[in-house]
Nanobody
Framework: QVQLVESGGGSVQAGGSLRLSCTAS????????MGWFRRAPGKEREFVAA???????????SYASSVKGRFTISRDNAKNTVYLQMNRLSPEDTAVYYC????????????????????WGQGTQVTVSS
């Protein structure tokens, strides 16, 4: 059974940082692209960042324009874990953050639409106060 477990959420003041982690119980984790999405109160789930899979240790990443330059996605295949480093947080970043796993056919493919992801975690709350 595939399971994704997020951690690292919490409350922080504007300008602060948090690092989210998502550990996956997936066979062949390295062959999955991983994404982070978020859902703010009263809003739909939106794409945050994603990182490709790779068999040659070359990874591609994609970011929402609202987080580019502030957030960084990375992965550690030895730990079956994907991270989201979030810096310069603002109250607009307040949301439940979800990680998701996708298995695209090519290593260059990084999907931003949630419907393309196969597995999801339960989410972790991030609250940024002004």
């Amino acid at each position: 059974q595939v399971q994704l477990v997020e951690s690292g959420g919490g409350s922080v003041q504007a300008g602060g940082s948090l690092r989210l982690s998502c550990t996956a119980s997936i066979g062949s984790f390295s062959s999955y692209a991983m994404g982070w999405f978020r859902r703010a109160p009263g809003k739909e789930r939106e794409f945050v960042a994603a990182i490709s899979w790779s068999d040659i240790n070359v990874y591609y990443s994609s970011y929402a324009s609202s987080v580019k330059g502030r957030f960084t996605i990375s992965r550690d295949n030895a730990k079956n874990t994907v991270y989201l480093q979030m810096n310069r947080l603002s109250p607009e970043d307040t949301a439940v953050y979800y990680c998701a796993a996708d298995r695209p056919p090519t290593s260059r493919e990084v999907n931003t639409h949630p419907a393309l992801y196969d597995y999801w975690g339960q989410g972790t709350q991030v609250t940024v106060s002004s």
